[in-house]
């Protein structure tokens, strides 16, 4: 399971870097629960597990085969949906993979995607490229074109990993307050119904148990956010000295304190004309950034 709160960085010794704050949003779903280290819904089928944290919130998941057969994600009739909006997870694009050999001992592999791309299990949204090693000399390239997979199959008792849409990066501001949007600590908490609530999203994923698509069982996950809280760097970062095994060397190892599988976060600086009223505010050299 990989640690999403813990953050390895240098230490920076500059003193005039800008001060970050952190907006935390909690969200909420009925239809979700945590488990460890993730957000989970199961049923007969198949397992469905979640992690929010990052800047912006994902909505990437981990979809594992319960049963003994093939299970195939309809892609063209799964959605992401945000407040109401539909986006799809299947848009019929292609993608290109160049591969150079060189005649040195150094080859490149250069890969251009749009749309979906499946690498082992991952699936890459929107565009990507990817360059690896540097080519020397002649060389030959070989260029193979896809198309995006209808059906993605799961195999039986395994799993595979979906890359999800971003969330939000909107800041939600206290107009009336800046010592809330400010804090030397923590903001008040606001809190929001599922009615009232400025953001809410569902994941609904298509399935089927073979590609004649004849019975196509539905999933829907619905989250809301249920509440926002800001806090300073300090309050944020939390810092733990450790020793590492091999070279005996200590080094600083900071972490989100805030962090839950149901939350992300969204980073800002201070307003420049809140700076000019109230003075500029610099790092310490205990801050992170």
């Not at 953050?7 to 009925?30: D, G, H, P």
């Not at 539905?218 to 450790?242: D, T």
């Not at 600086?269 to 000019?276: D, F, G, L, R, S």
Request: glycine share 4%.
């Amino acid at each position: 399971m990989f640690c999403y709160a813990t953050l390895l960085l240098a230490l920076l010794t500059s003193c005039a870097t800008e001060k970050y704050y952190y907006q935390v949003y909690e969200i909420t779903s009925q239809d979700v629960s945590q488990k460890e280290d993730v957000l989970c819904f199961e049923n007969a089928d198949c397992r469905i597990t979640y992690n929010l944290w990052s800047i912006g919130g994902n909505l990437s998941f981990l979809i594992h085969n319960k049963t003994d057969k093939n299970l195939y994600i309809v892609m063209p009739q799964s959605f992401f949906i945000l407040n109401g909006v539909a986006n799809d997870y299947y848009s019929e694009s292609s993608y290109s993979h160049s591969v150079t050999n060189s005649t040195a001992l150094a080859a490149s592999s250069q890969m251009s995607v749009r749309g979906l791309l499946t690498d082992g299990y991952y699936w890459y949204p929107s565009r990507l490229s990817r360059q690896i090693g540097t080519s020397i000399g002649t060389s030959t390239t070989e260029t193979v074109e896809k198309k995006e997979v209808a059906f993605v199959c799961v195999p039986p008792k395994s799993a595979k990993f979906i890359i999800g849409f971003n969330l939000s990066d909107h800041i939600y501001k206290d107009c009336n307050n800046n010592s809330e949007n400010y804090p030397k600590m923590t903001s008040s908490v606001v809190r929001y119904t599922q009615d009232e609530t400025p953001l809410s999203f569902r994941n609904r994923i298509a399935y089927t148990f073979n590609e004649q698509n004849s019975e196509v069982n539905f999933i829907e996950n619905q989250f809301w956010l249920s509440s926002l809280q800001n806090y300073s760097e300090k309050a944020a970062i939390s810092k733990q000295k450790i020793e590492e095994c091999e070279t005996k060397t200590r080094k600083v190892q900071r972490s989100y304190t805030m962090y839950s599988p149901n939350k992300f976060y969204n980073r800002y600086i201070m307003n420049p004309a809140v700076k000019k009223k109230y003075g500029v505010r610099k790092n310490t050299g205990d801050d992170m950034y």
